[in-house]
């Protein structure tokens, strides 16, 4: 499997930052920051999953983490979407690489959300007393 990722340099730093603060605000808005690039690339996802019913798009979510966000897609009644999503050759399923479409399509202005963001976090980390 393919692991696509959006990086940011120096997340690792904030979120020592963010453990050593222990900082529950702190925290919170971390995660805000992560789940706000997560909500545009699942929205992306969304307009372009192929769609023969709504089941799939429906389950495609965006979460945050202190280290960043995560758009997920299926679910346990919706198992489907790996198979959608990366293809099943030995069944001629073709992949439909749609999340990753969907970081590539909105990567530059998730990296510009998320940076803002990151900058605002390190600088209130630091007015809190940890270090990045």
Known sequence: MVDQ????DGVEDI???????????????????GQ??????????????????????????AGGQVAGGVVRAGSSKVEYAGVNHFGWPARGIEPNPF?????????DEVTEMYYKRVSDIADMIERRGATT
Do not use: C, F, P
């Open 99 to 107: 999340l990753y479409e969907a970081a590539d399509n909105r990567a």
């Open 36 to 61: 706000e690039g997560a909500e545009v690339v699942a929205y992306e996802a969304q307009t372009i999953v192929q769609v023969v019913s709504a089941a799939l798009h429906d389950t495609i979510r």
């Open 5 to 8: 990722r959006l990086t940011v």
């Open 15 to 33: 979120r020592r930052g963010v453990r050593q603060a222990k900082d529950a605000d702190l925290t919170r808005i971390t995660k805000e920051a």
